[in-house]
Every structure is written in C-alpha cells, then in structure tokens.
C-alpha cells in the first residue's frame, strides 16, 4: 500500500505595479517536438539555440536535410543514421534546423568563445578526443576537429578564460586538466589530484565539477562535497574549502547544481565572491538506486563567501528537495532553480518523482526567506535536461531522456521532445509598465573599466533609486550546470532624464579580463527588479 503525501504549495507572487496588482511566474509550450532530446544547449550571439544530444541513441525524430545520412562504422547503435542529433533553434521565428555531427557528443562540454562561436569538446566513444566549432552564421553547420584534445574527454567541466582559451577540467576517469586552443602540438594535459582525492572509484561522484572563474583569474573548483582554489598557469593549489556540511555529494551522479553569486563591484573589484551549491543525491544514493531504492534528494544549499579569510558554509533549506535540478542566474539577480526529481540519482532509469515547481532564490533577503515556490510545469524533466537564459528574459526549457535510447512508450518518464519557455514572474503583463526598453543608441561594445552610456525608456514613472545594469554570459547548459555562467551588476547606475519617459544611466565596464573574459555578454537594464530584454555587447 503506498501512502501519498500531499504537499499544497503556496505560489509565490510578486507586486509589480503600483495597483499592487500580483505577478506570477507561467509556462508556455513553444514546440510540441523538436525532433531530439535537449541533453546539451548554447545561446548564440545571434539568438539561435545550439541543441543537441548523442548520436548513439539510435533514430531521433528528425530526419537530416536532403536524404542526407551519417555514415559511422563506429556507431554501437546505427551504422547508417538518416536522422539529426543536433538542431539550431531560432528564437524569434520560433522555429529549427536539424544540423549534422559526425561523431558521438554524448555527455560532452563546451564554452562560447571570445569571437562567438562555440567550442564543443570531447563526447563518447569516436567523439571523446574531437573538438567541433559551430559558428553563428545563418547556414552554419558543425565542423570537427579529430585528436585535438590530449585526453578523453567525457563528463569534464570548462570554462573560458581571460586569455581567450578555455581550460577543460576532468571527466570520467581523467584526473587532469587541458586547454583549447593549445598553444603548441605538444602541449599536453596536467594532472588534478584533486579529481582523484574527490574521486571514489566505485561512484565517480565528482565528475561534471563546479567550476567558477574567481575574480582574479584563478579557478574556484567544486567536486562531490569540497572545493579548492587553483592557478592553473602554476598548476597549484592555492586554498581548500572545508568540507559542505553532512558531506553529501552534490556532482554527477549525486547532480546537485551550483552557482556564483551576482557579482558587485566596489571601488573597482568585486565586493564579496560567494557560491550557492543546491540540491544533489545523498551519499550511496547511486547504490541503491541501482537496487531499486530511491532516496530521497537533498533538501540543502550551502552559500560560502569564498573570499573571506576563513570561509565557511552556511546551510539553507529549500522548499522542496532536488537532484538533477538547474541553476540559472536570471538578469534580476535571482537564482532560477528549475527541472530535476526529488528522489534518486542521475544515470539512467534512477531519477524518480519529478519537481515540477520551479524555486527562486533571492540571494539578498534576509536567510529564511529567500525561496519563493513558481508555477507549476506539466512536463518532468529529468535525466538529460536542461535550461537557459535566453535574451528576453525567458528561460529555455527542453530534454529529459533517462533511457539508453529513445522511448515514447511504456516507460516512466518517457524520452521528452517538447520545448517549453518558463516566464520569470517580472514577463508578467502586470510588470510591463516598469519594464525598462533599452534604445537603440545605447553603447554594445566597450573595453574594461570603460564609461558605458546605455539609455531607454520606461512607460510608468522611474524610481532612479531601483535602476541597476546587468550582465550576463550566456552559458553551456549540460547535466545540471551552466559553464561559464556569471552576473555581473555594474558600478555606478546615475540615471538622468534626457527626453519624455526617456533615461540615460551611466556605469562602469568590468574591470579586467579575470572579472569578465572578453566574449559577448548579455546587458540589461533592471528597474524595480524587472529587466529589459538584453541587448547583445562585447567586452575587450
Ligand atoms: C518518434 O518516432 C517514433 C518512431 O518513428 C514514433 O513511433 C513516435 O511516435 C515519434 N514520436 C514523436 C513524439 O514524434
Ligand atoms: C544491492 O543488491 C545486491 C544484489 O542483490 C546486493 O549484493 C548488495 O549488497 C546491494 N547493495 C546495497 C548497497 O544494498
Ligand atoms: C527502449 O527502447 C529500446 C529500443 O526500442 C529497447 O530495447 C529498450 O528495452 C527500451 N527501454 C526501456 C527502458 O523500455
Ligand atoms: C549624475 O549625472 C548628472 C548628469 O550627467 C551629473 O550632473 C551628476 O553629477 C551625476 N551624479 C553623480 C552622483 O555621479
């Protein structure tokens, strides 16, 4: 006999306008089937969505373009495949095209370079030593390069650097690290023991670490249930974490998620650095998730400000446990906690009890009262999700495959198609009069510490002293983390009247390569905690 427990959830709403009109987070079903299954995403400076999943799970339901097939003797599943494993979403038509991979991506990791385009790298089997390199161009298709990396890579973590090259960290049995580009051919890998002292063999619970550019170019890195603080260029560790309290893990395949706190800046660095790790499976979860037995998930986050002389970790408590769950920095400062289950682990077949609500967390409220419960999806999204800030403010949604291929049928939780967009309660229409619009004579490419000029109009009446500038690197979504993920609120924010219902407010750029590599970011204006859309800058 089974007891259900029933939870009523308050749903948390928002004031928006100065009726005190309520404001609620909503969903909304943008494709009913994208052909494949979303298991890794990129935004691209030109709004299109890089999607794709592995090219071992047999047929998608998306054929390729003109008859065409990929031939792989390689390939465990199909030798001869006339379908996709890889779309490039558009986000103003709302629609897709199915792109060609040739080798296997499968649980792979990337990072948006300085010009734009992705570098993909590593996946499984043919596909574990190849980078692919996808420009943003209208007709651009996937092109790989064969035995660039040093080492497998399969499961790693990476993130791009201030010198334009981006480290790639780990993976499943490798306790090293390497670059790309590599500087010379006989560049090679460098060991991590920290990768193997995190590692236990029988669970591999470190793999798909945490990793966060520090603000002054050195790595915050985070596997199973610590972190360290590492040069990479010297290949030393310059500072340990203490241990998160209770030593759950919170990586794959305990997949909890992780954050950097939005950055602020004070007198021309960053004021406090701080990490919130979330959710995750408890420790032997993965075990008895294999014997049938699924755990309950963790219900914690931990929040540490790394840059204090002796850090510590300090334990909150969400409103609903979560693995396999994602965390998104939204462009109001918030932390979007969406998708994953309240119980098992990551792998397939062991997710179970879908969290459908998504959770924000408010990272300058008082502790107890930061989380605020969202509307309801009516979609699990399990295993092999993900999700992504796109430049509207909206959030991605897509994936959830916990199978070895594709399964519509008698199955739990069956391979998901659908793509889904989830509004943020500021889209809601009661927000709309305070809702900043960034004009087209504001300032999109800048250099570090520059004077930025960025001007727009709001319809209701401003509150100058709510006005603040945002920006956001769109980052590389896998397995519950967001490489390269950071919000930086800018310094300054005088905001001046220069015509009717029109604003001109005056920040400062980043100030070096180590707080903000130069790429393009996404900039947003915030007015009483409802962002623009963003515009697309550059930084160099
Ligand atoms: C995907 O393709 C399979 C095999 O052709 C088909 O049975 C199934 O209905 C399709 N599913 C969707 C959601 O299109
Ligand atoms: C899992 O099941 C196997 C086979 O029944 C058993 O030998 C093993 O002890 C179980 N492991 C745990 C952690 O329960
Ligand atoms: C999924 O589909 C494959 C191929 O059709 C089948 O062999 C496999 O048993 C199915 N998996 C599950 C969990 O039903
Ligand atoms: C804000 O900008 C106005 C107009 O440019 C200027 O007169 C004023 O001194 C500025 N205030 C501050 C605090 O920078």
Redesign the pocket.
Known sequence: MTFALIIFLLIATTSCSRVTAAATSSWSLLQSNIGITAMHMQLLPNDRVLIYDRTDFGASNLSLPDGKCRVDPYDYVLKKDCTAHSIEYDVASNSFRPLMVQTDVWCSSGSLMTDGSLIQTGGFNDGDHVVRVFNSCDACDWIEIKSALVKRRWYASNHLLPGGRQIIIGGRRQYNYEFYPKTSTSEKAYSLPFLVQTNDPKLENNLYPFVFLYPDGKLFIFANNRAILFDYSRNKVLRTYPEIPGGDPRNYPSTGSAVLLPMRFREGGVAVIEVLVCGGAPK?AF??A??GTFDGALKTCGRIKVSDPNPQWVMETMPLARVMGDMLLLPSGDVLLINGGSAGTAGWEYGRDPVLNPVIYKPDNPLGDRFEVQTASTIPRMYHSTALLIRDGRVLVGGSNPHIYYNFTDVLYPTELRLEAFLPSYLDPHCSGLRPQITPDSQTQFGYGDRVVIRFRVVDRLDPDSVSVTMVSPSFNTHSFSMNQRLLILEGGNTTVIGKSKYQVIVRAPPSSNVAPGRYYLLFVVHRQVPSEGIWVKIS
């Open positions: 032997g075990v008895n294999q014997n």
